[in-house]
T-cell receptor, first 115, second 111 residues
Framework: DTAVSQTPKYLVTQMGNDKSIKCEQN?????MYWYKQDSKKFLKIMFS???????INETVPNRFSPKSPDKAHLNLHINSLELGDSAVYFC??????????????FGEGSRLTVL | TQLLEQSPQFLSIQEGENLTVYCNSS?????LQWYRQEPGEGPVLLVT?????EVKKLKRLTFQFGDARKDSSLHITAAQPGDTGLYLC???????????FGQGTELSVKP
């Protein structure tokens, strides 16, 4: 039973297109995240939601729009895709404890290739 | 911008050798985590350290948190090919729980 699942696993598309990645967690966690891992394997946080509310919004182009319909789901929609958006996007969830972050449970990643 | 510097970035060793990976910052962490990521998968937590000077062991892996809580190290004894992967440190700086990741260390252990 997969804890954090994201779809699709692979996405190849043309520049200028719009695409979405979906994420679901069955761990009962309150907090979900989107991270971007670039070609150098650097993992950078993009967004964080706690109980459907946006709590972290890093410097990300507004072409990226997250949506959390409920605390078990966090989707990422990307408009007008650019070459530089090519990366692996990871969804994660955790149970935040006070000011410290608990263990992050990651999905398998969605590899986006923009041609 | 708070940075977590991880070194070395790449490490290729023979089976049976020992190695140490370092994670440093100019800021104090409230907690620090180490993750391991295999190709095609997401990172998986190895350990969390919270107290300055703390040492935790996980079989052949030893994790140390600096006394000042600004640095950490991961030591692997008698590395095996199964240890191959990307090792990531991640720190929380008491800012609403945001976790900042280091650049990662790609470890390759050859039989």
């Amino acid at each position: 039973d997969t804890a954090v699942s994201q779809t699709p696993k692979y996405l190849v598309t043309q520049m200028g297109n719009d695409k979405s990645i979906k994420c679901e967690q069955n761990l009962g966690h309150d907090t979900m995240y989107w991270y971007k891992q670039d070609s150098k394997k650097f993992l950078k946080i993009m967004f964080s939601y706690n109980n459907k509310e946006l709590i972290i919004n890093e410097t990300v182009p507004n072409r990226f729009s997250p949506k959390s319909p409920d605390k078990a789901h966090l989707n990422l929609h990307i408009n007008s895709l650019e070459l530089g958006d090519s990366a692996v996007y990871f969804c994660a969830s955790s149970q935040v404890l006070g000011l410290s972050t608990g263990e992050l449970f990651f999905g398998e990643g969605s590899r986006l290739t923009v041609l | 911008t708070q940075l977590l510097e991880q070194s070395p970035q790449f490490l290729s060793i023979q089976e049976g050798e020992n190695l140490t990976v370092y994670c440093n910052s100019s800021s104090v962490f409230s907690s620090l985590q180490w993750y391991r990521q295999e190709p095609g998968e997401g990172p998986v937590l190895l350990v969390t350290v919270v107290t300055g000077g703390e040492v935790k062991k996980l079989k052949r892996l030893t994790f140390q948190f600096g006394d000042a809580r600004k640095d950490s190290s991961l030591h692997i004894t008698a590395a095996q090919p199964g240890d191959t992967g990307l090792y990531l440190c991640a720190g929380s700086y008491n800012q609403g729980g945001k976790l900042i990741f280091g650049q990662g260390t790609e470890l390759s252990v050859k039989p």
